[in-house]
C-alpha cells in the first residue's frame, strides 16, 4: 500500500487523533473524582496548617478522608461574605459534604469588579475561635496563593501558609518551604487604616515594632512582591469584615468586664492580646476607684 | 535471553547512556534532582512512558505515512505523558505537585522521540519496548545519582530523612540547577574513565 498517498495521510492522522482524544477524555472522566479529592484535601490541610492544628508535614501522612474528618470535627462555621463585610451564604461542613470556596482566581477578578463572594472558615481550637481567610495573586511564574489566620476577634494573625504554582525551588519557593517566613505573620495585625495597603513585606527588613510589616526573602523579591500585592488585595477586601469582627469584640469585652467574670472572658484571657486588653480596663477601673 | 536482546538492554543503562554519552534529556536532569523523591517518581516515568510509545510506534511503524511521522509520533508520546500526569495527579498527588510542568515536558525530553526515531522506527514491537524501557532506566539511573548527591549535600536528607546532622549547614549551590551540572560533569568523568574507547583523540 502506498502510505504516501495524501487521502490516505488525512485519513490516517485523523484516525490516530480520534483516537488518542477519546482515551485521554476517558481517563480524563474516570480519574476526575480522585483529582478533585486530592485538590480538596490538599486546601483543607493547607487551612488546617495556618490554623495551627498540625504541620503539613504531619497531615501529608494522613489519608483525604481523614483529613475531611480532622476539617468537619474542627469547624464551627464556614460562609461567604460580601465586599461590606456582610455574610451572604453559608458554605456545608459536614464531612460527607463539605463545601470550599476554591475557585480563589475567580474572586481574585470579582474583588477588583466589587463583587466578591469572599470564603470565611470559622474553626475552634482550645475553645477559642480561629478565622482563616484566603488569598490568591500572581508570583514570578505563576499563581501563589495561601491562608490567613486570625484570632477569634481578627484583631491578630495566629498563623499562616503559603503555596505556589511553579515558584523557583530554593528562591521562590521559599514562601512555602521556609517556616521562619510564615511564623513571621504569628502576632502581627493588619493595617485598618490603609485598605489599600493594609500589609507589607519589606525588602532588606521590617522596621522592628510595626506590627504589619514583615521580612521579605532575600533572592525571591520577585515572588514576595506578588505574595505582597496579594495580600494587599485580599486583605484589603476583607477589611470591612476584620473592622466589624474587632469592633465587636471591643463591646463584648465592655460588657464583660463589668459584671463577673463570665465564660466568654474566660478563654479570651488565654489570648495574650485579649488578656493585655482585659488588662487596660482593669487597669483603668483602679484609676477612676483611685 | 539473546545476545541482541541483552545488548539492546545493557547498552542504554551505561555504555551507551543517553544522559551521560548522548547528551540527551540534560533540561529535566537539572530541574528535577533537587530531591530524591521526585528524581525517582520522574525516572519511573519517563521509564514508563519511553517504552509504551517505543511499543506503539513500533507496532503502527509498516503504516505510518512516512511525511507524517513526526507528527504521529509526537501525538503517541504526549497522550502518554497526559497519562501519567493524569494518574499521578489522582494517584500521588503530593509528588505531582513537587515536579509540576516537568512530567508534561517529558513530551519534549529527547530521550523520548529520539528513541523512537532511532529504533523503534525500524524494529519489532518486543526489542522496541525494552529498548525504551532501557533508556528510560538509563536515564533515571543518573538522575537518582544526581538527585542523591543533591538532596545529602543541598538538604542534609535523603528521601526526607534527616541523615547528616541538624549543626549541618545545607549548601545553598548544591540546590540550584548549576550544581546538576557540575555533578553530572562529574559522572561523565568518572565513565569516560572508565570507558576509554569514549576519550576522544
Given at each position: 500500500m502506498n502510505t504516501n498517498n495524501n487521502v490516505y495521510t488525512i485519513v490516517y492522522t485523523t484516525i490516530v487523533v480520534v483516537i488518542a482524544a477519546a482515551i485521554l477524555a476517558l481517563a480524563a472522566m474516570a480519574l476526575k473524582p480522585r483529582q478533585q479529592a486530592n485538590i480538596k484535601a490538599e486546601t483543607i490541610s493547607q487551612m488546617l496548617t495556618a490554623a495551627g492544628f498540625a504541620s503539613k508535614e504531619d497531615l501529608a501522612k494522613n489519608s483525604n478522608d481523614q483529613i475531611l474528618s480532622m476539617y468537619s470535627d474542627n469547624i464551627k462555621t464556614a460562609f461567604l461574605i460580601d465586599a461590606a463585610g456582610n455574610k451572604t451564604d453559608e458554605l456545608e461542613t459536614e464531612v460527607s459534604s463539605i463545601e470550599l470556596q476554591d475557585n480563589l482566581k475567580a474572586e481574585n477578578k470579582n474583588i477588583a469588579s466589587g463583587n466578591p463572594a469572599l470564603p470565611v472558615y470559622v474553626f475552634e481550637k482550645d475553645g477559642a475561635e480561629i478565622n482563616v481567610i484566603p488569598c490568591y495573586g500572581a508570583g514570578l511564574w505563576g499563581p501563589i496563593w495561601g491562608y490567613i489566620a486570625f484570632n477569634a476577634d481578627c484583631t491578630e494573625i495566629v498563623g499562616a501558609y503559603f503555596d505556589h504554582e511553579?515558584?523557583?525551588?530554593?528562591?521562590?519557593a521559599k514562601i512555602k518551604d521556609e517556616i521562619w517566613f510564615r511564623e513571621q505573620f504569628k502576632g502581627k495585625k493588619v493595617d485598618?487604616?490603609?485598605?489599600?495597603?493594609?500589609?507589607d513585606i519589606v525588602k532588606g527588613g521590617a522596621p522592628a515594632g510595626d506590627a504589619s510589616k514583615i521580612d521579605a526573602i532575600t533572592g525571591a523579591t520577585m515572588t514576595c512582591n506578588g505574595l505582597d500585592a496579594a495580600l494587599d488585595t485580599w486583605l484589603g477586601a476583607y477589611i470591612p469584615f476584620l473592622q466589624k469582627k474587632a469592633g465587636a469584640a471591643v463591646e463584648e469585652d465592655c460588657c464583660c468586664c463589668d459584671g463577673d467574670e463570665c465564660a466568654d472572658c474566660d478563654h479570651d484571657h488565654d489570648h495574650d492580646h485579649n488578656h493585655d486588653h482585659g488588662h487596660d480596663h482593669n487597669h483603668q477601673h483602679n484609676h477612676q476607684e483611685g | 535471553m539473546n545476545e541482541e536482546l541483552k545488548k539492546t538492554l545493557l547498552n542504554?543503562?551505561?555504555?551507551?547512556?543517553?544522559?551521560?554519552?548522548?547528551?540527551?534529556?540534560?533540561c529535566s536532569s537539572l530541574a528535577v534532582t533537587v530531591q530524591l523523591k521526585g528524581a525517582c517518581v520522574m525516572a519511573l516515568s519517563v521509564i514508563i512512558v519511553c517504552g509504551l510509545s517505543s511499543l506503539i510506534v513500533s507496532l503502527l511503524r509498516n503504516s505510518i505515512p512516512n511525511r507524517v511521522r513526526i507528527i504521529v509520533q509526537l501525538v503517541v508520546v504526549a497522550l502518554m505523558v497526559i497519562l501519567v500526569d493524569q494518574v499521578l495527579k489522582a494517584y500521588a498527588y503530593a509528588v505531582d505537585k513537587q515536579l509540576s510542568v516537568y512530567i508534561g515536558l517529558i513530551i519534549t525530553n529527547c530521550i523520548v522521540m529520539g528513541r523512537i526515531e532511532a529504533f523503534a522506527l525500524g524494529n519489532k514491537p518486543i526489542p522496541s519496548m525494552l529498548d525504551g524501557l532501557a533508556n528510560g532506566a538509563g536515564y533515571g539511573m543518573i538522575l537518582i545519582i544526581v538527585a542523591f548527591f543533591r538532596e545529602l549535600?543541598?538538604?542534609?536528607?535523603l528521601f526526607g530523612f534527616r541523615?547528616?546532622?541538624?549543626s549541618y549547614v545545607p549548601n545553598n549551590l548544591v540546590i540550584l540547577p548549576p550544581m546538576a551540572l557540575i555533578i553530572l560533569g562529574c559522572i561523565v568523568w568518572v565513565q569516560r574513565s572508565i570507558q576509554k574507547d569514549l576519550q576522544e583523540k
Open positions: 511553579s515558584e523557583t525551588p530554593g528562591l521562590g485598618f487604616e490603609h485598605a489599600d495597603n493594609p500589609f | 542504554p543503562i551505561f555504555k551507551g547512556n543517553p544522559i551521560t554519552v548522548l547528551v540527551l534529556g540534560i549535600l543541598g538538604s542534609g536528607t541523615v547528616l546532622p541538624a
